[in-house]
């Protein structure tokens, strides 16, 4: 009884330990199928994770009513990852009249006087940017470059004026830049961003009844005031790493 | 016992590890091997009836990647196919856009692009566009302001014959998971742009990016300056009207073949 009970409980062990075996078995999957479930990039190179990029910038401002400015500043940012960097920026402008601020001057100077057209003095911002688009692209077929598109968003401050009139105002801002390596050190940075704030764009002088001048600035406002901006990234350490 | 029994017995001695080995035998799929695995090879060869108790052979598992690895590989080609190509194909663009470089006039542009690509790089084609247009606040100001009515070119149509040059073709991952190609073209081209004020030649330069949804689709964008000499009653000035368009390709015949060496 006892040599029956050994024997049917070895087949049950047996018959159940196939069964469980065969269950456990994964599916063999296809190379196809790995490949379409894997990273599309394998073994990248990490040009940003863990790597400082300070940025000499060169720019100038867009869409502006009388006066537009160019810029001139750094921007020093560590990258956490791939994806995620936080940085600082910094800018001086330098304005001049726009064709129609030059239209208003000769056309009405005496309304218009120097210093009657608000522009950007300097300004500096802290900003978060997150690069969700990476690739390559290949320059008449031969020469390859990395490359990846980021947005930024930030908050800073700005001081605007008219002549030695400034005023300082909270800036949000928000960007999309493209960043082209020319090297695995080194990359070339054209950004488009939108600074927020409030702004007196002109000062109209006007003489009253009794032929005083009076100066009538126009109410503060805030809006728009796009850039259009090209750096160098220079990034440290100077060899990047190689993921999986 | 006779010399016939004596037969039969060394007959069975002898056969009968040989018949019980066969009956033990694992098919080539059973134990995973391959049908082109060399001789002598444990992997593909019969294991002499071994009874599997769910021990990982490890020098199999090794092999299994190997050949899943070299796998992998074959799929991957030394010279890869480019996604799309576009010699000898026509292409539709309607598109959308608007003007960037003027703050006194805001213009509202509905056109199309009909492009054929004669090499993979160079196509020829003709642009147009119909304009809607609407004076800016910034307009108001100044006239509020300075007692001045600014001088302003509103664009009615355009329509432009062009060449275009691809020399930039690229790919992106977006969240390293789809991968996206792109080309970037430059245009160069000439055309007529009629304004509420008058006709005028136009020289037309600008950039652009296709990006290949599929074999016949694309999603475009396209920077393009329409230069032209506006007669203002106070004299001609040059006018750059900078437009930024974005739109949706058509590519007829809807498909291509790859012409491969032989």
Known sequence: MNQTHRRLSLTLLLVLGAGLSHAEEPRRRTAMERLEEGDAIRNPLLLRGGRFELEPVVGFT??????????????ANYHISEAWAIGLMGFGGLAWDTGLGERLVTTRPEKVKDGSFSDIKYMGTLELTYTPLVGKFALFGRKVFNYDIHGIVGVGANASGEGKTENTSLTPTAGLGVRTFITKGMSINVTFRDYIYSQALNTVTERDKEGKTVTNASEAEWSNHFALTVGLGVFFPQQPKIGK | MDRRTWGLATLILFAAPTLSAQEMTFSLDDTGGSADA???????????????FGVIDTEEAVKEQARSKRAENDLIRTIQHRPF????RAEFNP???????????????????????????MAIGVNGGYALGSETALFDRVIEDYQVFPQIS?????????????????KFALFNSWII??????????????????GHPTLAAGVGQRYFMNRWFTVNMELRDNIFNEEYPSGSELVHNLLFTAGVSFFIPPDFEYRTLR
């Open chain 2, 95 to 121: 598109f959308l856009g608007s003007n960037v470089n003027d703050n006194l006039v805001n213009l509202f542009v509905a056109g199309g692009n009909l492009n054929f690509h004669l090499t993979e790089v």
């Open chain 2, 154 to 170: 509103k664009v009615l149509w355009y329509g432009t014959l062009h060449f275009q040059y691809a020399p930039i073709y690229g």
């Open chain 1, 62 to 75: 867009l869409g502006d009513a009388f006066r537009r400015t160019a810029l001139y500043g750094i921007r």
């Open chain 2, 38 to 52: 060399p001789a002598g090879d444990p992997v593909a060869g019969d294991d002499g009836g071994a009874m599997d």
């Open chain 2, 181 to 198: 190609p792109w080309d970037a073209y430059a245009v160069l081209g000439v055309g007529y742009t009629k304004t509420e004020l008058d």
């Open chain 2, 85 to 88: 190509l576009r010699r000898k």
